[in-house]
T-cell receptor, first 109, second 115 residues
Framework: GQNIDQPTEMTATEGAIVQINCTYQ??????LFWYQQHAGEAPTFLSY??LDGLEEKGRFSSFLSRSKGYSYLLLKELQMKDSASYLC??????????WGAGTKLIIKP | ETGVTQTPRHLVMGMTNKKSLKCEQH?????MYWYKQSAKKPLELMFV???????ENNSVPSRFSPECPNSSHLFLHLHTLQPEDSALYLC??????????????FGSGTRLTVV
């Protein structure tokens, strides 16, 4: 079967750095997405990786290793507004999105 | 404003009621999706429409009935639901089925409670 694993919950301190991991086993691979979802709001697109390596976008970076079936989302200079759930999703060989259950990130002052 | 608007935001309904969820997008996207989001579970894809035609039904019970009158509007008709159907129902759109480089644009969802 297809599976996406990510931690259920993480806690970090304002101003610090946090890394949210995502591992996947899917039938084929056509890209990996990270979304941010604040409580009661729509998931919003953060990043897309299809080739190995690091993609940097401001305070957020996303890394992909296809051979290891592994990605991480790196958040720097954490702010209170970064408290949210972070969803990892992989597009399989049929271009279907397979979703992880999300990681709830709690930022403490 | 996310570009995808869902109404209502909250809905409480009895098991014998009939209600409808509405989704509207003005992004010029051709594909639209219904997802179910339950606490601590992955998003569950329910239905997919591409150019108004249903391309996927992920073994969803018949008490959920989708309707897509045009590429901008998507409905989910609900009848005789069960308490386990209580969840956040998300609508999403994308340019088309395959070219989802920027992923999907989601609506804020309808929080459904079945009593």
């Amino acid at each position: 079967g297809q599976n996406i694993d990510q931690p259920t919950e993480m806690t970090a301190t304002e101003g610090a750095i946090v890394q949210i991991n995502c591992t996947y086993q899917t039938s084929g691979f056509n890209g990996l997405f990270w979304y941010q979802q604040h409580a009661g709001e729509a998931p919003t697109f953060l990043s897309y990786n299809v080739l190995d390596g690091l993609e940097e976008k401001g305070r957020f970076s996303s890394f992909l290793s296809r051979s290891k079936g592994y990605s991480y989302l790196l958040l720097k200079e954490l702010q209170m507004k970064d408290s949210a759930s972070y969803l990892c999703a992989v597009r399989d060989s049929n271009y279907q999105l397979i979703w992880g259950a999300g990681t709830k990130l709690i930022i403490k002052p | 404003e996310t570009g995808v608007t869902q109404t209502p935001r909250h809905l409480v309904m009895g098991m014998t009621n009939k209600k409808s969820l509405k989704c509207e997008q003005h992004l010029g996207h051709n594909a639209m999706y219904w997802y179910k989001q339950s606490a601590k579970k992955p998003l569950e894809l329910m239905f997919v429409y591409n150019f108004k035609e249903q391309t996927e039904n992920n073994s969803v019970p018949s008490r959920f009935s989708p309707e897509c009158p045009n590429s901008s509007h998507l409905f989910l008709h609900l009848h005789t639901l069960q308490p386990e159907d209580s969840a956040l129902y998300l609508c999403a759109s994308s340019q088309d089925l395959d070219r989802t480089y920027y992923g999907y644009t989601f609506g804020s969802g309808t929080r459904l409670t079945v009593v």
